[in-house]
């Protein structure tokens, strides 16, 4: 099921690992949570002209404790995806996805960013954390985690 142009319901769905079976996406979220989630994707491969690679997005609680998570993660909340671009670093990436909320294109709704995490960056693999938690800042960090 194509939830944008670009991105598929199955991108979203938490996929068999550590032992854990795959959990498809919650569908009661899919409209509320996912398409706005999935549509500022659409907005960032269009401004890197390059596809986004979908590396996490839903996790259920049991996996999410598993990988030492926070139960508060939006990625239990359907509201996150890890991501990276094709031919891109996760520096650039990040600094691309900053500029598009600074400028307002991702911090008015429905295409709001609420939370953007850096795991990486020059030279190692990494990745992007984009999320769409409510509240009315722009919530940044830094992390060392691989991707889950």
Known sequence: MKITPHFSLTEFDRPARRGFPPA????NWIEERLRPLAEIL?????????PIVVLSAYRDIAYNRRIGSKNTS??????????????????????????LCRDGTLRDRP???GGLGLYGGVGSAGFVHVDTRPGKRLARWRGSRTAT
Do not use: F
């Open 24 to 27: 498809p996406y919650p569908e």
């Open 111 to 113: 295409r709001w960013v």
């Open 42 to 50: 659409e907005v960032i491969r269009g401004r890197v002209g390059t």
């Open 74 to 99: 939006q990625h239990v909340q359907g509201r996150a995806a890890d991501i990276v671009a094709q031919g891109m670093n996760v520096t650039d990436l990040h600094s691309v996805i900053l500029a």
